[in-house]
């Protein structure tokens, strides 16, 4: 096969021992070292992503136990904020019940200031009325002697 362009002769087990070669040299420098860096990112990109679920349930811990002092925060200021309501109101009804009871102790002084007060003046307008009916019947019992 004189005039063809691929001939079989020895160059080509030669070009084949040399594709072998190639292809063990390319495997043993390039395709091994690549692979098993490939596994290595690989198995760190698994260890990262191990991690970041591990922190991600820590996160969701920690926020559940937030919300829940969080909860009990407002359940304090709550009961706190009704305590002082609470007194408040009581303390209102005593300063109401006191301001009764003053206002109740003042009426009953006035009244009674106020009852003296008229029994002086009136005992002062019987005095005067027993005096002007002397002198009437004085003046009387003179026209009339």
């Known amino acids: 096969m004189a005039g063809s362009i691929v001939g079989i002769d020895g160059t080509l087990v030669v ?13 043993k420098f390039l395709f091994q070292p690549l692979l098993s860096l490939m596994e290595e990112r690989e198995k760190e990109l698994e260890a ?8 991600r349930s820590k996160a969701e811990g920690l926020l559940k136990e937030v919300d829940k ?8 200021a709550k009961a706190l904020i009704d305590e002082a309501v609470k007194e408040a109101r009581a303390e209102r009804e005593e300063i ?10 003042k009426l009953g002084s ?28 004085k003046k009387i019992l003179g026209k009339v002697a």
Request: net charge negative; glycine share 0%.
């Open 15 to 27: 070009q084949a021992v040399n594709f072998l070669i190639f292809m063990v040299l390319l495997n």
């Open 48 to 55: 990262q992503y191990s991690e970041i679920e591990a922190l």
């Open 69 to 76: 002092v969080l909860d009990e925060a407002k359940a304090k």
């Open 110 to 137: 006035a009244k009674r200031e106020i009852w003296n007060s008229f029994e002086a003046e009136k005992a002062k307008l019987e005095a005067e009325a027993e005096r002007m009916a002397e002198e009437i019947v």
């Open 96 to 105: 109401l019940r006191r301001a009764h009871e003053e206002a109740a102790a």
